[in-house]
């Protein structure tokens, strides 16, 4: 039978386990600064995503090659099974941040570049609350238009038959506390209902509207509006809290 031994794990095998750890450590540094310093009003978002995000993800890539050359090392060496746990630990964690900011950054690339947008631009909404520029003409045809595969082409209006507007009024506040969407406004006599919803990292702050009205057919027209009060992308944000409002319906 074959005598496994596991060999002491050598100065170099240590240095490299500890140095990916720290790297490591740093990253996960970095990330919190960043979102730290913009909730605290320390940095713009600008600074937080250019530099501290950025050179976080840099130094994802860069833990993650230095973990597998480290826990390559901790088996071939055959060290302690601790060695081999913190280089695995290490290089999933890295990996990790490496696949959640790439999909943001598909995501910045598959949507149009916009951060307010509605579901009809011929009458559109303006917000009762929140603070934001009139929503231009040309929105419409990047909305239409803009973006891989142009997501946000066959958002519209959506008509209900057979019911009332305050039966429907009362589903839109129900729906708006199943999507965490914090009103600040309401009026049944305007159909008006308008939120705030809150990012969970860096708290950005986008404002939800929806307008029911009653047509002169007796259907039920709801209208949608989502903006982001930062940035000049949503990431593709605003567009899937407004499917994701649609679908109850």
Known sequence: MANFKYKKSTNKDNYIVMFSFISLFITLALLFSGVISYRLNIFSISVSLSI??????????????????????????????????????????????????????????????????????????????????????????????????????????????????????????????????NITYQNLEEGIIEGEAVSFWYGFKDDFIVRIEKLISDDIKIDIRSASRSGRSDFGKNYERILQFISYF
């Open 52 to 181: 501290f995000t950025k050179y976080a993800i840099y130094l994802a890539i860069f833990t993650s090659m230095i973990s597998l050359v480290s826990l390559g090392y901790s088996f071939k060496r055959q060290s302690k099974i601790f060695a081999v746990f913190i280089s695995l630990i290490t290089f999933l964690v890295s990996v990790f941040i490496i696949v959640i900011f790439y999909g943001y950054i598909i995501s910045l690339k598959s949507y149009p570049f916009m951060n307010d947008i509605t579901t009809n631009y011929d009458d559109k909404i303006s917000f009762k609350i929140a603070k934001h520029d009139p929503i231009v003409d040309e929105n419409s045809f990047l909305q239409r238009y803009g973006g891989f595969n142009k997501p946000y082409n066959k958002l519209k209006s959506v008509y209900i038959n057979n019911s009332n507007i305050e039966e429907i009024f009362n589903k839109s506040i129900f729906v708006f506390t199943k999507m965490n969407i």
